[in-house]
């Protein structure tokens, strides 16, 4: 006899986590997670974990991985949490609604998201993305799983999923081998530049030939769902290293460059070469960068509206000279642009890659 809603559940075994950081000491002994530029193995097992290290090498930045299901609610579970000073989980939501732990007791609430719920900002909420996912080369039939707080990691799996779907013209997603990334960005905080690496899923083929992205298996397979314990590495007990504060890492021991601090863009070389050579000064300047402060645009971004408003500049200067010699016409024949002397070297604007 079967014992019903248990006997034909059915679940693969999850092997360990794939890490996107790392721990690290201070000279007072307290230990802070550190972000890294490459995947970090963490399995049980560490027969399998000595594998993938033979197989990807120490430092890997793309792994080539398979999803176990079409649903990616369960393959990429996301929400915001919010846990306590112990290691349960206090608040869980979507931006709608939330379990939230009450006086002991589990309630569901609104969940307006982290920006606008004071329980939130008091308890560190932050969205959470939990990938699972097969790893190419290890010889066991096992899930792994990177959690990430990362809004561009989150976005941008979520944006490759969807990709995968276009690619695949409505077949099964799940068995396909694909490239998970790591890779170095630029972003901005309070206003100042910051060096982060956030996860991208890279579709291993070009249009003409997605025909060769193929299923290595004949159907989903059922998932563990994804732990809702703290991830000491997205909340740490003691919260994360002062900038500046020496750190040894806690495995090996090696001494670990202090995280620089964050460069402001308008003591950037590009922007200050930018604005100079667009004639942007003075008022105009502090307007381009307080907008970029207020809505955390990156070097690029500023670059670009930079860019635009020296080509707005030029084509309102050139429709106003347009105007003046159509009303002063002269029966004088136009000249032939002459080359600007050897001297006049052209603007290295213009050749900027923005």
């Known amino acids: 006899m079967a014992i019903k809603g248990l006997s034909d559940r059915r679940r693969i075994t999850r092997g360990g986590y794939i890490r996107l950081g790392r721990k690290a000491t201070n000279a007072k002994g307290q230990e802070y997670p550190v972000k890294s530029d490459h995947f970090i193995p963490d399995f049980d097992d560490q027969a399998l974990q000595a594998r993938f290290v033979e197989l990807y090498g120490e430092k890997p930045t793309r792994l080539p991985v398979a999803f176990p299901s079409d649903n990616e609610d369960e393959f990429f579970s996301q929400f915001y949490k919010a846990y306590g000073s112990s290691t349960g989980l206090k608040c869980k939501g979507d931006g709608e609604t939330a379990q939230r732990v009450v006086d002991g007791d589990m309630l569901e609430v609104d969940c307006p998201g982290p920006e606008e719920c004071e329980y939130a900002k008091q308890n ?188 707005d500049t030029n084509a309102s200067t050139n429709n106003r000279s347009s105007k003046r010699a159509e009303s002063h016409p002269t029966s004088i024949a136009p000249q032939a642009r002459q080359a600007p002397p050897a001297s006049c070297k052209p603007d290295p604007l213009d050749d900027a890659d923005f």
């Not at 799983?145 to 077949?171: H, W």
């Not at 630029?186 to 982060?196: C, M, N, S, T, W």
């Open 124 to 311: 560190g909420c932050k969205p959470i993305g939990s990938l699972q996912f097969f790893v190419r080369g290890l010889n066991v039939l096992q899930i792994f799983q990177i959690n990430t707080s990362s809004y561009n990691s989150i976005v941008n799996v979520n944006s490759g999923i969807d990709l995968l779907r276009f690619a695949r013209g409505g077949k099964s997603i799940a068995g396909v081998w694909v490239n998970l990334i790591l890779k170095p960005q630029e972003a901005q905080a309070d206003g100042r530049k910051v060096h982060i690496f956030v996860l991208e899923i890279e579709i291993p083929v070009g249009l003409d030939d997605v025909q060769r992205l193929t299923s290595a298996v004949e159907a989903p397979v059922a998932l563990p769902a994804p732990s809702d314990e703290r991830d000491e590495y997205l909340y740490p007990q003691n919260g994360f290293a002062p900038a500046g504060e020496p750190l040894v890492d806690a495995e090996t021991g090696e001494v670990l460059a202090p995280e620089p601090e964050p460069a402001r863009l308008e003591n950037d070389a590009d922007v200050i070469r930018a604005f100079d050579q667009a004639a942007v000064n003075g008022a105009k300047r502090a307007a381009m960068l307080a907008s970029a402060d207020q809505n955390g645009w990156t070097k690029d971004k500023l670059l670009e509206v930079v860019f635009q408003n020296r080509a």
